[in-house]
């Protein structure tokens, strides 16, 4: 099965950036979506299809998928952006959809 | 708006059975696919099953392949879970979510706000 591998955890001081990789078998042929679950909420999709941003979401968030890395970069990082965060892709050798191990981001 | 309002959780005893229904609003449902996902406790995000606008078409994971069955009635804007045969292992938050597009390759968009299932004697 297609496994899809985060960093446990980021810190990052406000208005920094924040990277966050998800790296997979030759991920970069695959589109790339990128989650934000904040604790006891809903998951909200904040980058799809590698870099494209859902209405709401703040220009501070954006993507990039290549080789065997995709990454979500969260610029001038505020302290709402704690969070954990999660990539997504589709399989289509065996039709399932698969996520990352999640990512904890702490602003310090 | 888009709303999606799960129903449905509760405490089952190991080996029992749950019906989930999740009823949208906001966007035209037979026009896209629809999933379950859940949560385990402290755990991250799995995905569970898919279905296609039609309905004609449906994924599980493997480890609730044959004992979970996902369905969708596009006259009533409401998807189903049935769950069976059920073990400790799926207790969790169970999320409705839709899908972006078709099924292959989706995004989900918009997501519910769970309903928990427990499976505990």
């Known amino acids: 099965s297609y496994v899809l591998t985060q960093p446990p955890s980021v810190s990052v001081a406000p208005g920094q950036t924040a990277r966050i990789t998800c790296g997979g078998n030759n991920i970069g042929s695959k589109s790339v979506h990128w989650y934000q679950q904040k604790p006891g909420q809903a998951p909200v999709l904040v980058v799809c299809d590698d870099s494209d941003r859902p209405s709401g979401i703040p220009e501070r968030f954006s993507g990039s998928n290549s080789g065997n890395t995709a990454t979500l970069t969260i610029s001038r990082v505020e302290a709402g952006d704690e969070a954990d965060y999660y990539c997504?892709?589709?399989?289509?050798?065996?039709?399932?959809?698969?996520f990352g191990t999640g990512t904890k981001v702490t602003v310090l | 708006e888009v709303q999606l309002l799960e129903s449905g959780g509760g405490l089952v005893q190991p080996g029992g059975s749950l019906r989930l229904s999740c009823a949208a609003s906001?966007?035209?449902?037979?026009?896209?696919?629809m999933s379950w996902l859940r949560q385990a406790p402290g755990k991250g995000l799995e995905w569970v099953s898919a279905i296609s606008g039609s309905g004609h078409s449906t994924y599980y994971a493997d480890s609730v392949k044959g004992r979970f069955t996902i369905s969708r009635d596009n006259s009533k804007n409401t998807l189903y879970l049935q769950m069976n045969s059920l073990r400790a292992e799926d207790t969790a938050v169970y999320y409705c979510?839709?899908?972006?597009?078709?099924?292959?390759?989706?995004?989900?968009?918009?997501w519910g706000q769970g309903t928990l299932v427990t499976v505990s004697s």
């Open positions: 979510a839709k899908g972006s597009r078709v099924v292959g390759g989706m995004a989900f968009d918009y």
């Open positions: 906001g966007f035209t449902f037979t026009n896209y696919a």
């Open positions: 997504q892709v589709w399989d289509s050798t065996t039709d399932h959809y698969v």
